[in-house]
């Protein structure tokens, strides 16, 4: 586990709010840091599913689909793993 040191301002009612709804957890905030990371995921993949449609290339079975999730999941695993 990786600990980071993050500061930021927010307004001060924004800012109590969010204490108030305990969203300033370590715990909320890597909820959603990790919901913003499957966010932009999905928006590289419709980005790309529109770049391959505009381009003419035949659309991929869900066998080839999931090959590639599993090879994106190796590839992340490994990078991971040599990062570490």
């Known amino acids: 586990m990786t600990t980071l040191e993050i500061k930021f301002d927010l307004p001060d009612r924004l800012a109590r709010e969010a204490k108030e709804a305990g969203l300033l957890t370590p715990g909320a905030l890597s909820d959603m840091v990790r919901e913003a990371m499957r966010r932009r995921a999905a928006q590289t993949l419709l980005a790309g599913s529109a770049r391959a449609s505009q381009s003419g290339t035949a659309a991929l079975s ?10 994106v999941r190796r590839e992340r695993t490994t990078t991971k793993s040599h990062a570490a």
Do not use: G, K, P, T
């Open 62 to 71: 869900l066998a080839e689909i999931q090959a590639e999730v599993r090879a």
